[in-house]
C-alpha cells in the first residue's frame, strides 16, 4: 500500500526546517566562504561532483541571461540544472533539477540532511541552500548546471566552484553598495571574482570603469576574456536585431523575454553557448523564443487582480529595483507610449534601494504612480517615502495600503484605455504573482 504524503504538511515541515537554519547566523548576509566550504566537506564535497558548470555574476540580468541560457541549451537535446535566487513564489524555483523545480519531498528530505549533518555550527541561511542546492545537483544526471551567483562574486557561496566550464558576467551596475563598494569599479572587482585561471569569461556589455576592472582581473590571473563588440555583437538589419560572431549569424527578433533591453541578454546568452557547444542555429532560435522567467516585465493575465481594471487595460509587472533597470523599462515605456495610452506605475520599494534613482528615468513616461509597501517585508520604504520622492522628481502620487487598492484607485480615477505597470521589488512581484 502506498503511502500518501500531505503536501501541507510537507510545507510546513519545509518552513520550519527553513526558519531554524536562518537563525543559525546573526547576519543575513555576511560574505565569506569558509563556513560553505567547511559545510561541503561534510557533506562530501558535492560541489566537485557537479555537471560542467557556468557561473553567472553581474547586476542586470543574470536570471535573463540564465533563463535564455537554459532555453537555448534544452533546445539543444542537454539537461539542464539551475540555480537562482531569490525565489519569487515557492521556494522550490530556486533549485531546478533537469528542468524540473525541486518537489516539495525531495527539499523537505534534503534541508533536513543538511540540517543534521550541520549540528547547529553558524552559517547563513544563502549559504546553507547552496549547500543544499550543490547536493542536490550532485545525484541527479544532467550535461549543464547553470549557476547564478547570489550577491557579488569574490565571497559569494557559489564561489567555491574551483574549475567551471565557463563563467559570464551581465551589466554591471550601482547596487548593494553597502557589501560591494561604492563605486562601478569596486563593484566590478567583486564580480570579477568569479573569473578563474584558464577559463574563458563571457563579458555582457559595460561601462567602461566595470569593463577596466574584469579586463584587468582576466589579465592578472589568466582567463581568456570573450567581450561584447570584440567577439560578438548585436546589429540591426532593417528592424531585425541580429547576434553576430565569427561563426553565427542569429535572428534576436523572436524572444520569450520581453523588451528591448533583453536583445543583449539574449545575444549574451548566444555568446556563453557558443563557447561551450557547436549551436545550431535553428535549436537556438527555437530556444531562444522559449524562455521564460517569471516576474521580468511580465504580462498578466485573467486574474484577481486584473479583473479590478478595464478590460482593455493592461497590467504588467517586474522585479527591476535599481537605476539601470529603471532605464530599461524607461526605454521599454517610450515605445508604449506611441500609442497615448497612459502609463501608471504602482511601485514599492525596499530601503535600500536608489528609489531617485530607479525612477527618474520613468518620471517623464509616467502618469500617475501609486505608493504601495512591499508585503512582508520589514526592510520596505513606507509608501510616504516613496510618496516624497516621486513628488521631488514631479511626478503626480498617492498611497495605497496594497496593489489591489491601487489599482482600484487607478480604475476609479480613470477608466480611459491605460497601462499599470507594478515594480519596484522582485518581492513585490513575487505577491502579485502568488495572487
Given at each position: 500500500?502506498?503511502?500518501?504524503?500531505?503536501?501541507?504538511?510537507?510545507?510546513?515541515?519545509?518552513?520550519?526546517?527553513?526558519?531554524?537554519?536562518?537563525a543559525l547566523h546573526p547576519k543575513l548576509i555576511d560574505l565569506e566562504l569558509?563556513?560553505?566550504?567547511?559545510?561541503?566537506?561534510?557533506?562530501?564535497?558535492?560541489?566537485?561532483?557537479?555537471?560542467?558548470?557556468?557561473?553567472?555574476?553581474?547586476?542586470?540580468?543574470?536570471?535573463s541571461l540564465l533563463a535564455f541560457l537554459r532555453s537555448i541549451l534544452s533546445?539543444?537535446?542537454?539537461?539542464?540544472?539551475?540555480?537562482?535566487?531569490?525565489?519569487?513564489?515557492?521556494?522550490?524555483?530556486?533549485?531546478?533539477?533537469?528542468?524540473?523545480?525541486?518537489?516539495?519531498?525531495?527539499?523537505?528530505?534534503?534541508?533536513?540532511?543538511?540540517?543534521?549533518?550541520?549540528?547547529?555550527?553558524?552559517?547563513?541561511?544563502?549559504?546553507?541552500?547552496?549547500?543544499?542546492?550543490?547536493?542536490?545537483?550532485?545525484?541527479?544526471?544532467?550535461?549543464?548546471?547553470?549557476?547564478?551567483?547570489?550577491?557579488?562574486?569574490?565571497?559569494?557561496?557559489?564561489?567555491?566552484?574551483?574549475?567551471?566550464?565557463?563563467?559570464?558576467?551581465?551589466?554591471?551596475?550601482?547596487?548593494?553598495?553597502?557589501?560591494?563598494?561604492?563605486?562601478?569599479?569596486?563593484?566590478?572587482?567583486?564580480?570579477?571574482?568569479?573569473?578563474?585561471?584558464?577559463?574563458?569569461?563571457?563579458?555582457?556589455?559595460?561601462?567602461?570603469?566595470?569593463?577596466?576592472?574584469?579586463?584587468?582581473?582576466?589579465?592578472?590571473?589568466?582567463?581568456?576574456?570573450?567581450?561584447?563588440?570584440?567577439?560578438?555583437?548585436?546589429?540591426?538589419?532593417?528592424?531585425?536585431?541580429?547576434?553576430?560572431?565569427?561563426?553565427?549569424?542569429?535572428?534576436?527578433?523572436?524572444?520569450?523575454?520581453?523588451?528591448?533591453?533583453?536583445?543583449?541578454?539574449?545575444?549574451?546568452?548566444?555568446?556563453?553557448?557558443?563557447?561551450?557547444?557547436?549551436?545550431?542555429?535553428?535549436?537556438?532560435?527555437?530556444?531562444?523564443?522559449?524562455?521564460?522567467?517569471?516576474g521580468r516585465l511580465q504580462r498578466l493575465g485573467q486574474g484577481e487582480l486584473?479583473?479590478?481594471?478595464?478590460?482593455?487595460?493592461?497590467?504588467?509587472?517586474?522585479?527591476?529595483?535599481?537605476?539601470?533597470?529603471?532605464?530599461?523599462?524607461?526605454?521599454?515605456?517610450?515605445?508604449?507610449?506611441?500609442?497615448?495610452?497612459?502609463?501608471?506605475?504602482?511601485?514599492?520599494?525596499?530601503?535600500?534601494?536608489?528609489?531617485?534613482?530607479?525612477?527618474?528615468?520613468?518620471?517623464?513616461?509616467?502618469?500617475?504612480?501609486?505608493?504601495?509597501?512591499?508585503?512582508?517585508?520589514?526592510?520596505?520604504?513606507?509608501?510616504?517615502?516613496?510618496?516624497?520622492?516621486?513628488?521631488?522628481?514631479?511626478?503626480?502620487?498617492?498611497?495605497?495600503?496594497?496593489?489591489?487598492?491601487?489599482?482600484?484607485?487607478?480604475?476609479?480615477?480613470?477608466?480611459?484605455?491605460?497601462?499599470?505597470?507594478?515594480?519596484?521589488?522582485?518581492?513585490?512581484?513575487?505577491?502579485?504573482?502568488?495572487?
Amino acid at each position: 500500500m502506498r503511502l500518501t504524503i500531505d503536501v501541507n504538511d510537507l510545507k510546513t515541515r519545509i518552513a520550519d526546517t527553513l526558519q531554524r537554519l536562518e537563525a543559525l547566523h546573526p547576519k543575513l548576509i555576511d560574505l565569506e566562504l569558509g563556513r560553505t566550504q567547511r559545510l561541503l566537506a561534510k557533506l562530501g564535497d558535492p560541489h566537485q561532483k557537479l555537471p560542467p558548470t557556468i557561473h553567472i555574476a553581474g547586476t542586470n540580468g543574470k536570471g535573463s541571461l540564465l533563463a535564455f541560457l537554459r532555453s537555448i541549451l534544452s533546445a539543444s537535446g542537454k539537461r539542464v540544472h539551475a540555480y537562482s535566487s531569490p525565489h519569487l513564489i515557492r521556494f522550490n524555483e530556486r533549485i531546478e533539477l533537469a528542468g524540473r523545480p525541486i518537489s516539495d519531498e525531495d527539499l523537505a528530505d534534503l534541508l533536513d540532511e543538511i540540517e543534521i549533518v550541520n549540528q547547529g555550527d553558524p552559517i547563513t541561511i544563502f549559504e546553507t541552500i547552496t549547500c543544499a542546492a550543490f547536493l542536490a545537483f550532485s545525484r541527479v544526471a544532467a550535461d549543464w548546471l547553470i549557476l547564478e551567483t547570489g550577491l557579488g562574486g569574490r565571497f559569494d557561496a557559489t564561489n567555491v566552484i574551483e574549475a567551471p566550464a565557463l563563467t559570464a558576467i551581465t551589466p554591471i551596475s550601482l547596487d548593494h553598495q553597502n557589501f560591494l563598494g561604492e563605486t562601478l569599479a569596486e563593484i566590478a572587482k567583486e564580480k570579477a571574482g568569479i573569473l578563474k585561471t584558464g577559463v574563458p569569461a563571457v563579458i555582457g556589455r559595460q561601462d567602461s570603469a566595470a569593463l577596466a576592472e574584469i579586463k584587468a582581473r582576466g589579465t592578472e590571473i589568466g582567463a581568456p576574456v570573450k567581450l561584447c563588440g570584440r567577439d560578438w555583437r548585436v546589429e540591426t538589419i532593417g528592424n531585425t536585431p541580429r547576434y553576430r560572431s565569427a561563426k553565427l549569424d542569429i535572428s534576436l527578433s523572436n524572444l520569450g523575454l520581453y523588451g528591448r533591453h533583453q536583445v543583449d541578454n539574449a545575444a549574451l546568452a548566444i555568446a556563453t553557448g557558443e563557447e561551450v557547444l557547436a549551436l545550431d542555429i535553428e535549436a537556438t532560435e527555437r530556444g531562444l523564443a522559449a524562455a521564460h522567467w517569471p516576474g521580468r516585465l511580465q504580462r498578466l493575465g485573467q486574474g484577481e487582480l486584473t479583473s479590478l481594471v478595464p478590460t482593455d487595460w493592461q497590467v504588467w509587472v517586474d522585479g527591476g529595483h535599481n537605476p539601470a533597470a529603471g532605464a530599461a523599462l524607461a526605454d521599454v515605456a517610450r515605445n508604449w507610449g506611441l500609442d497615448g495610452k497612459p502609463l501608471n506605475l504602482i511601485c514599492g520599494m525596499l530601503s535600500s534601494k536608489d528609489v531617485a534613482g530607479f525612477l527618474g528615468p520613468l518620471a517623464p513616461m509616467i502618469n500617475v504612480l501609486q505608493a504601495v509597501p512591499v508585503p512582508d517585508e520589514e526592510a520596505g520604504l513606507s509608501t510616504g517615502e516613496i510618496a516624497t520622492i516621486a513628488a521631488d522628481l514631479g511626478i503626480k502620487n498617492r498611497c495605497a495600503p496594497s496593489v489591489a487598492s491601487a489599482m482600484k484607485n487607478l480604475a476609479n480615477n480613470d477608466r480611459r484605455p491605460a497601462r499599470v505597470l507594478i515594480c519596484g521589488s522582485l518581492y513585490l512581484a513575487g505577491a502579485v504573482l502568488a495572487a
